[in-house]
């Protein structure tokens, strides 16, 4: 695991990383359960 929590991200990479973030859960993490498990953090 990376350690992302310790980043020091200026507002525009906080921004990029917020949609990235509500992108995957929106869209990716569902789909990753169809092969096996996800772990849920």
Do not use: C
């Not at 695991?1 to 310790?6: A, Q, V």
Request: charged share 20%.
């Amino acid at each position: 695991m990376i350690e992302l929590g310790s980043l020091k991200l200026n507002n525009q990479e906080r921004t990029a990383w917020r949609n990235y973030d509500k992108f995957h859960y929106e869209h990716v993490k569902h789909v990753l359960s169809l092969y096996g498990p996800v772990f849920g953090f």
